[in-house]
C-alpha cells in the first residue's frame, strides 16, 4: 500500500516531491457565472444557488445573534470546556505576534517609522458537509479578533435544514465573529468580494474549501480582494530515524489520510526497519477507521523514503516543503533548526499533528502543494496590514535632500527631484 | 486641468476613488504563449523573445560577475555616495524590521514557537527603458539581503547595445544581489519562475514592471510562484489643511503625475484657497517639466476634494486607500494616527514623497489600486517566512490530549483522535 524507496538519488526529488497538478481551468465557465451574478443579482442570485446547491430555500441569509449567543446550548458538556481551551491557547500564541511599533531616526532629521493596523473588514468562509469544521472558525477569528478587525464576516452553508450546525455558531460567538450568513460555495466568495443586500463586502477572504470555492478565491483574488493563501489538498511529512515508533508514525499518517483522497503522506526515515513496521502498523491501524475507503485512496499516494542518514533526510524534507512535518528524531531540536521549508513543525514522539491541528495554539490553516517554500501560515500578521511613516525636519531635508536629487535625476524624473528643490529653495529663504 | 469638486456626499465616494480598471485578459494569449516558451525552450526562447522585443541578439544571459563589480566606475562621483547614503537608510529601517523569536509555553508541557526563516531563492525584476531603476534595486535587494536570502537573482531588459545600465549594476553590487541577467519582459518572469539553463529558478518574485510583466507575474502566481502584491498605476494623495504651502502640494502632485499617463493624484484639503491655488501652482510649474505631456495626461484623471473638516477628510482618505499619502497639516501626526488605509504616509511640509522614493530609509514597493485596505508594502517580512513549531511532553499530552479526542471526534476525524489516544496509551502502559 505505501510505497518504500531506498537511497533516492537527489536528481529524482522533484519528481518524487511532485503533488498531482491541481486544475480549476475547467470550472471557469461555472465559478464567471456565480460570481457575475451574485455581483449583479445580490441577495436574490444567492438565495437562488442556495435552492440549487444546498438544496434549501432560504428568505435570510443571515444568522440572527441570538441564535448566535444561545449555540452553545445545544453542544454537549464535554466539547464546549474542550473549545474553551483551544481557543485560549490559539489566543495566547497569536496575541504573542503582535510587532512592537518601530520608530527610528534613520538620519538625522529624518524619522521613519511603521504602525500594524487591522485589516478593517475581513470574511471567513467555514466548509459544510457531515463535519462542522468549528476548529478552523477558532483559528481565523481569533487572530483577527486579536488583530483587531472591526468587522469579521463568517460564510457556512447550511443544512437542509437551513441551519448551521451549533459548534461553528459558539465557535464564532466565543472569537467574536460579528456577523454569521448561512451562504456556501463560490457564492458566499462572491457576496463578501462584492458586497450584497444582506452580506457585507470585505478586504481579504480566509479559509478553506471544495474546488469551486478555491476558484472563486482564486478569481476574486485577481480582482484585488486579497487572500490568505493559495489552496490545495492537505499534506504531512514524518522525519524519523530508528528512535520513533511506527505505531505513532502509522496514527499521523492516517490522521492526515482520513482528510480526502487527495491528501499527501510521506515518511522519510533513516531506517529500513522503521519504514517497514510503519507500513505494517498502517495495515492494521487502517482496519479500525471509519474512513477507510478516503484513507486507502489517499495512502496510493503516499510514500516512505528510506535515506542513507538525516542531513539527507533534512535536505528531501526541504525540498518538498511539506504543509506539516512531524520530526520524530532523538535529536529532534537540533534537527528542527535545519528545516526551512515547511508550514509547521512538530518534535517529538508525543507531538502529533492533530494537536496542532486543534488546541497547542499554532495556527493550522498552513501553506500546501509546495507553497511553504515562499508562504507562511496563518497569523495574526495575516490580518494586519503594516503602515510606514515619514517625517523630515528642515535640517532633515537640507542633509538628505541633495542625495534625492541627485538621484531622481539620474533616474530622469525631473518633477521628483523638483519636490526636494522646491522646499530647499524655501527652506534657504527663510533662513537668509 | 484639475477637477474641483466641493463637499461630495459619503456616497458619491466610492466612485470618486474608483481607478481606471485595469485588464490584461486581452493579453493573456500572448503571456501563455511566452511562458509555455520559455518552460519548453528555456535559454534559447528566451534569447529569440529578447530579439523580439529587445531588438538585440545576445548569446548568453548572464552578467559577469566581473562586469557588476567594475559597474560604479562608470557612474559619476555624486551619484556613488548618493547611492551609499540611501542604502544606508534603507538597510537600517528594513534591519530593524527583523521579529524576535516567539517562543512560549501555551499551556504546560506544550511549549510553541516560530522562527523567520528566509526565502531561499528570490528574483527581483527591474524594467528597462530609458531611465534606470536603480533606486528599485535598492528597495529590493536590501532586504532580500538583511531577510538572509540566498539567492538573489536579477532580470533586467538589456539596451539596443546588449548591455543593462551600470547604476543598476552598481546597486546590484552594493547590496547583496547573487547573480544578473539581461532578461526583460514576461520571458523574465518566465525564467525566474521555470528556470532555465541559465537562469535558476525562484520562490518568489519581486518588482515593477510594464503590463507584460504584471500579466506574466499575475499568471505565475496562479501556478504557485509567490509575487510581491498586485501591481497598479502609482498614486498620490495629499491631505492638507490652511497651514499648507500650494506650491508644495503642487510639486508633489507633479511628481507623482510625471510616473505615467495613468497615475492618479488626489488633493483632499479643508481649504478652497488652497485647492484653487494649487490648480495654477500646477499650470505655473507644469510648463517647467521634461516630461510635460505625461503629466498633463495624468492630471487629467486628477481632483481636487474639498472636504468640511479634517475628520471627513481622513475618511475620504480611508475610502481611497492611497498608495502614498502626504499629510500637509497643522497637526500631522495626531491626523497620521487616524489613518488606516494607505501603503505610506509623509507628514508636514519638508516631507516630500520622492524623500521616501529614494531615500528616507522605507520601501518605495508599496499597494495601489486600493489595495492598502488589506496589504502592505515590501518590507523585510516579504522575503521571510514564518515556521511554527510545538514539542508536547508526555505530561502536557496526558492534559492537553483529552481537549483534543474530544474536538476531533465532533468534527468526525477519527484517526486524529486515534493519534492521540495511541499515545496516551502508551503513557500509561508505561506509567502501570
Redesign the interface.
Request: glycine share 6%; hydrophobic share 40%.
Given at each position: 500500500m505505501m510505497k518504500i524507496v531506498k537511497n533516492p538519488p537527489p536528481s529524482s526529488w522533484e519528481q518524487l516531491t511532485k503533488r498531482p497538478a491541481l486544475d480549476t481551468a475547467f470550472l471557469e465557465g461555472t465559478i464567471n457565472n456565480i460570481l457575475s451574478r451574485v455581483r449583479n443579482g445580490g441577495d436574490q442570485a444567492v438565495i437562488q444557488f442556495t435552492k440549487q446547491f444546498d438544496k434549501v430555500e432560504i428568505s435570510n441569509l443571515e444568522i440572527p445573534l441570538e441564535t448566535i449567543k444561545s449555540a452553545g446550548d445545544q453542544l454537549d458538556d464535554?466539547?464546549k470546556p474542550?473549545?474553551q481551551?483551544?481557543a485560549?491557547?490559539i489566543r495566547?500564541?497569536h496575541a504573542?505576534?503582535a510587532?512592537g511599533l518601530?520608530d527610528?531616526e534613520?538620519?538625522p532629521g529624518?524619522q521613519?517609522w511603521?504602525r500594524s493596523?487591522?485589516?478593517?473588514k475581513v470574511g471567513i468562509y467555514i466548509p459544510g458537509g457531515?463535519?462542522?469544521?468549528?476548529?478552523t472558525v477558532l483559528m481565523l477569528a481569533i487572530p483577527a479578533n486579536e488583530a483587531g478587525c472591526k468587522e469579521i464576516i463568517l460564510c457556512s452553508p447550511p443544512g437542509t435544514d437551513g441551519h448551521i450546525h451549533p459548534?461553528i455558531l459558539y465557535a464564532a460567538n466565543i472569537t467574536g465573529v460579528t456577523r454569521v450568513f448561512r451562504v456556501g460555495g463560490a457564492q458566499a466568495i462572491a457576496a463578501m468580494a462584492y458586497g450584497t443586500e444582506s452580506v457585507p463586502k470585505v478586504?481579504?477572504i480566509f479559509g478553506p474549501g471544495n474546488q469551486y470555492v478555491t476558484a472563486a478565491k482564486?478569481k476574486v483574488s485577481?480582482e484585488?480582494?486579497?487572500i490568505d493563501m493559495?489552496a490545495g489538498p492537505s499534506e504531512v511529512a514524518v522525519l524519523a530515524d530508528e528512535t520513533a515508533?511506527p505505531?505513532?508514525i502509522a496514527?499521523?499518517l492516517?490522521?492526515q489520510?482520513?482528510?480526502g483522497p487527495d491528501s499527501q503522506v510521506v515518511l522519510v526515515t533513516t531506517s529500513e526497519t522503521i519504514a517497514s513496521e510503519t507500513a505494517s502498523e498502517l495495515r492494521k491501524?487502517l482496519s479500525?477507521?471509519?474512513?477507510v475507503q478516503v484513507?486507502i485512496k489517499a495512502l496510493e499516494n503516499s510514500l516512505a523514503v528510506v535515506v542513507p542518514d538525516l542531513e539527507t533526510g533534512v535536505d528531501f524534507i526541504n525540498a518538498y516543503a511539506p504543509e506539516h512535518l512531524i520530526i520524530a528524531c532523538k535529536d529532534?531540536?537540533i534537527v528542527?533548526e535545519r528545516?526551512?521549508?515547511?508550514?509547521?513543525?512538530?518534535?517529538?514522539?508525543?507531538?502529533?499533528?492533530?494537536?496542532?491541528?486543534?488546541?497547542?495554539?499554532?495556527?493550522h490553516t498552513l501553506?500546501t502543494?509546495?507553497?511553504?517554500?515562499?508562504?507562511?501560515?496563518v497569523?495574526l500578521?495575516s490580518f494586519?496590514?503594516?503602515?510606514?511613516?515619514?517625517?523630515?525636519?528642515?535640517e532633515?531635508?537640507v542633509n538628505?535632500?541633495?542625495?534625492?536629487e541627485?538621484?531622481?535625476a539620474?533616474?530622469?524624473?525631473?518633477?521628483?527631484?523638483?519636490?526636494?528643490t522646491?522646499?530647499l529653495n524655501?527652506?534657504k529663504s527663510t533662513i537668509s
Open positions: 464535554e466539547l474542550a473549545i481551551t483551544a485560549a491557547n495566547k500564541f504573542a505576534q510587532n518601530l527610528m534613520t538620519s529624518v521613519c511603521r493596523v487591522p485589516i478593517e457531515t463535519a462542522p469544521l468549528f476548529s459548534a478586504y481579504k482564486q485577481q484585488g480582494i486579497a493559495p515508533r505505531d505513532f496514527a499521523d492516517l490522521s489520510a482520513e482528510h491501524q479500525r477507521l471509519p474512513r484513507a529532534d531540536e528542527s528545516i526551512i521549508n515547511s508550514g509547521s513543525v512538530f518534535l517529538g514522539n508525543y507531538t502529533p499533528e492533530s494537536a496542532g491541528d486543534y488546541a497547542s495554539g499554532t495556527n501553506p502543494n509546495g507553497a511553504a517554500r515562499a508562504y507562511s501560515g497569523s500578521e494586519q496590514k503594516k503602515i510606514t511613516y515619514q517625517k523630515i525636519s528642515a532633515g531635508l538628505l535632500g541633495p542625495v534625492v541627485t538621484m531622481a539620474a533616474e530622469l524624473l525631473e518633477a521628483h527631484k523638483n519636490a526636494v522646491i522646499r524655501a527652506i
